[in-house]
């Protein structure tokens, strides 16, 4: 499950210290030994640290706020200078401030809105024009089931995850004749840090609403986005795969 040439396939993990990210990060590395995972980082960075010094040769750190254009243009540059090319982008880093919208401050939905669609965007257009001299690219954007099935509370992240669909959506056709393909997954509860916030009277709840009665685990994300970044899936493009154990 190489890319277009054999040797190294590089990747661009996006939120690579949380937990999806993380999980996505180590699965590439144990499924594919040509994968040289760069891990995208902001603040935190000690979980990514340690599955760098687990795969020293094939995996690294490297700076990225996804909200700042620069901080994209350094990590493409750096990417591409040690690699000679970037093949796999997975745009995973988000966040949720929920309020509903009559108490919503500025801030939680100009930062929503910030990190969890500007960024794809700005993500998307800083790896686009090395794709398309490579021929060949693969971009998986992290929706969310909020896209499609938004709880109470959550306008901003809702329109933001919606968002991130119809861009992904738009922009497969844009480079569909390229070699690229442009995917995004609606992941519905997945045990990371971001459910952490749940009691365990509200987590039970919610299991009560999932048809497998249980969340998703990394893996079971990340398997999809493996699948969706892999050299055979090049017919797939402008989907949005929904991983959320039968919800909707
Ligand atoms: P986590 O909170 O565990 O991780 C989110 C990661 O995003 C963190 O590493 C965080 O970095 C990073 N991040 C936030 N803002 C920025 C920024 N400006 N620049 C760079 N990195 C940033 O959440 P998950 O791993 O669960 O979520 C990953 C993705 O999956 C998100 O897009 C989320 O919306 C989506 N998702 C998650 C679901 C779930 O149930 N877990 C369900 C549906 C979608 P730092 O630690 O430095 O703040």
């Not at 340690?50 to 094939?58: E, I």
């Not at 108490?103 to 990190?115: G, Q, R």
């Amino acid at each position: 499950m190489s890319g277009k040439t054999a040797g190294v396939r590089s990747i661009l993990i996006t939120g690579a210290n949380g937990g999806l990210g993380l999980g996505i990060a180590r699965y590439f590395l144990e499924k594919d030994p040509d994968a040289k995972v760069w891990l995208g980082v902001r603040s935190n960075r000690g979980n990514a640290e340690a599955l760098v010094r687990d795969y020293p040769d094939r995996s690294a750190l490297v700076d990225l706020d996804v909200t700042a254009k620069e901080s994209w243009e350094n990590a493409v540059a750096t990417i591409t200078a040690a690699d000679g090319r970037l093949d796999v982008l997975v745009n995973n880093a988000g966040l949720h401030q929920d309020h509903l919208l009559a108490a919503m401050p500025d801030e939680a939905w100009s930062s929503v809105i910030s990190t969890n669609l500007d960024a794809v965007f700005l993500g998307c257009r800083a790896v686009i024009r090395p794709m398309m001299l490579n021929r060949f690219g693969r971009i998986v954007n992290i929706a969310s089931l909020s896209a499609i099935l938004p709880p109470l509370g959550q306008t901003n992240y809702a329109a933001a995850k919606a968002g991130v669909v119809a861009l992904s959506q738009t922009l497969a056709k844009e480079v569909a004749r390229s070699g690229i393909t442009v995917n995004a997954i609606l992941p519905g509860y997945i045990q990371t840090e971001a459910l952490a916030h749940m009691d365990e009277e509200a987590a039970k709840r919610a299991k009560a609403g999932i048809p497998m009665r249980r969340f998703g685990t990394p893996s079971e994300v990340a398997a999809a986005v493996f699948f969706l970044a892999c050299h055979d899936a090049a017919y797939v493009t402008g989907s949005a795969l929904k991983i959320d154990g039968g919800i909707f």
